[in-house]
């Protein structure tokens, strides 16, 4: 199959081009996972508590990956269709670079200040010192965790998805396998399953950066640098929702283990844990979709071929109802077996988790809709209002209803208030759509 954006897309073509991103965006989720499965089975629950303390720091340090990933995806793919190949590759070299060094800055910061906040976030005793142990491990290999991400965002970009596949493919495996030797075999606890995991982000970062940088038989390669700093300004703009989006959830995972803590102690955020170890799986599928798809819709609005976009707008939305549906069953279906899988070595801590899993699994049917709607405005060039809609559904809707539902309903509300937050941003989300349709004719 032709994996050129210049092209008719069916609802099949659609599903097999963003094929390879999603399982990118899943092969990445295992890198949390398996570090939690690992430190949950062999280092113990309260183990486990403290990674997912500390993990929303670590996503806050990576945020610039996903604003300089999309936002600066949506305009190489925009000059791609326009045809101004130069000067896509110059805006790839500049935020490779521009990306790294970044990375290296958030690093140090995030390395400096590691311990307070841990410790602010209610880390005490053996939690703190894992979190912080953890923590700094992970922390080293941000740079290489951000060149992946970026690079499995334009791998799609550069026709090369099946090759960024691989890639993942190879990053993931890496981890299983060091995590086993690590934790399972050497015994060396948090810092074991750090290490695998920083690791794993090198080869994932590291081998697109020798194949982007010779020359190849993809759209992108890197070239010599020609600072632009309009376009810079643009990337960034136009992939503010993005950012947005991630350090917004990583504050309210800090709130909801804050809130977990008071109402149900380190058992809580161990079970709340495991939720987002699932959620990152199933939410790889909406994302991955969203980002694999988001070239093809850049360039075809690019090149003002509004009859394709029309399509795919309405296949995309097509796709995800059914998406959704599947994931609602399958949530409920698997979570017997996943939450044995993790923390079934623990009755209490168990049967917790089976609850949160029955509340939960409903925000699945929502959630789908507003990454997409959020991607597709930053595919549009149009940053603002899809920073907008993941500053609603991320930040503002969980954050209030966290805070509120848990007063009615206790540790049921907390979960409740993931499902309503995800109905009011489709909500949102639609509002936009039916409001922007005349401006950019996907409708």
């Known amino acids: 199959m032709s994996m050129s954006l210049n092209q008719e897309f069916t609802p099949l073509k659609l599903l097999r081009f963003a094929a390879p991103s999603i399982i990118m965006m899943m092969f990445m989720s295992l890198y949390t996972i398996i570090d939690g499965m690992f430190v949950s089975r062999f280092v113990g629950s309260n183990a486990l508590s403290a990674t997912n303390i500390v993990y929303p720091v670590v996503n806050i340090m990576i945020a610039i990956a996903t604003m300089m990933a999309t936002g600066g995806n949506a305009i190489i793919s925009k000059y791609l269709g326009e045809g101004k190949k130069e ?8 935020l490779v670079l521009v990306s790294v060094l970044c990375g290296v800055g958030l690093a140090v910061l995030g390395l400096s200040f590691l311990r307070p906040i841990a410790s602010a976030l209610g880390a005490q005793g053996q939690m703190l010192e894992d979190s912080v142990a953890y ?27 099946k090759l960024g596949l691989y890639v993942t493919v190879a990053a993931g495996l890496t981890n299983v396998v060091l995590d086993a030797v690590f934790v399972a075999v050497f015994s060396w606890g948090v810092e074991g399953a750090a290490a695998a995991t920083a690791l794993s982000q090198g080869v994932g970062g590291i081998l697109p950066l020798l194949y ?53 102690g380190e058992d809580g955020v161990a079970a709340y844990g495991v939720l987002m170890y699932v959620n ?7 994302l991955g979709y969203s980002v694999g798809t988001a070239p093809v819709i850049s360039y075809h609005d690019g090149a003002k071929n ?14 995800l109802t059914v998406c959704a549906v599947a994931m609602f069953a399958s949530a409920l279906l698997l979570a017997q077996p996943l939450s044995v899988l993790f923390v079934g070595y623990d009755p209490e801590l168990l049967a ?25 405005f930053t595919a549009l060039n149009d940053g603002l209002v899809s920073a907008f809609i993941s500053f609603l559904r991320i930040l503002v809707f969980q954050v209030i209803l966290v805070l509120i539902f848990p007063l009615i309903w206790q540790l049921d509300g907390i979960w409740l208030s993931i499902v309503a937050a995800e109905m009011l941003a489709v909500l949102v989300t639609a509002g936009f759509i039916i409001q922007k349709r005349k401006k950019y004719h996907y409708a």
């Open 87 to 94: 000067k896509a590759n110059q805006l790839f070299s500049m």
């Open 135 to 161: 923590g700094r491990i992970i922390l080293i290999a941000i740079p290489a965790f951000i060149l992946q991400y970026e690079f499995q965002c334009l791998f799609a970009t550069a026709q090369k998805p």
């Open 212 to 264: 982007f940088g010779r020359a190849n038989s993809s759209l992108l390669k890197l070239t010599k640098l020609k600072f632009d700093g309009k376009a810079l300004l643009k990337t960034c703009t136009n992939g503010s929702s993005e950012l947005m989006s991630n350090i917004s959830a990583s504050i309210v995972s800090m709130l909801y283990n804050m809130q977990l803590l008071t109402y149900a």
């Open 280 to 286: 990152l799986v199933f939410q790889a599928v909406f």
């Open 306 to 319: 509004h009859v394709e976009l029309k399509g795919l707008f309405r296949k995309s939305l097509a796709i």
């Open 352 to 376: 917790i988790t089976l609850r949160a899993f029955s509340i939960y699994s409903f925000s699945f049917l929502f959630s789908g809709f507003a990454v997409f709607g959020s991607s597709f």
